[in-house]
C-alpha cells in the first residue's frame, strides 16, 4: 500500500469524527483508527482500478481529489464506529458508507468521471475505461 499514509491523516478525520469520540472509541491506541484508514482506501482502490492509483492516493492535501476525499473517510469512519455502540450515529454513518460505495461504484462503471489522473500503459497512453454493449434487441413481426 504505497503512499497511504499522506492520503489522510488520523488528524484529518476529525472532520467526520469528534476528537473525543475518537479518543473513546480508539482508547489511546492510535493504530485503531489508522488500521481504519488504510482499510477504506483499500476498499476505494479496488473500485478505481482504471485509474493511476499511485498518483490518486499518493497526492498530497492540495492536490487530492475532494470529493473522493470526503468518500474515503465516510468509509473509513464507518469501519472506525462499528468498534462502538454509538447506535444514534451508526444509522447516519452507514447511509453515508453506501452512498461512498454507490459513488465509487458508478466510477467503476464509468457512469461518473471522477477527475482523477486516469491509468498509463507502458508507451504512456492512458487506458481509461472502455464500456461496450449493444443496442437492445429488436423483434420482428410479420
Known amino acids: 500500500m504505497t503512499h497511504t499514509a499522506m492520503f489522510i491523516s488520523n488528524e484529518e478525520m476529525k472532520t467526520h469524527l469528534y476528537a473525543e469520540n475518537i479518543s473513546v472509541i480508539q482508547r489511546d491506541d492510535e493504530t485503531i483508527l489508522t488500521a481504519a ?10 473500485y478505481l482500478k482504471a485509474y493511476d492509483l499511485d498518483k490518486v ?7 487530492r481529489n475532494p470529493l473522493l476525499l470526503i468518500w474515503v473517510k465516510d468509509i473509513a469512519t464507518w469501519h472506525f464506529l462499528v468498534l462502538c455502540n454509538a447506535g444514534h450515529e451508526l444509522k447516519l454513518r452507514q447511509d453515508r458508507y453506501d452512498r461512498a460505495i454507490a459513488w465509487l461504484r458508478g466510477v467503476q462503471k464509468g457512469d461518473i468521471d471522477p477527475d482523477l489522473p486516469v491509468k498509463e500503459d507502458e508507451n504512456g497512453t492512458g487506458t481509461g475505461i472502455i464500456k461496450f454493449g449493444s443496442n437492445p434487441p429488436r423483434g420482428q413481426h410479420f
Open 57 to 63: 492516493f499518493g497526492s498530497i492535501t492540495g492536490e
Open 37 to 46: 484508514i488504510q482499510g477504506a482506501i483499500v476498499e476505494a482502490k479496488g
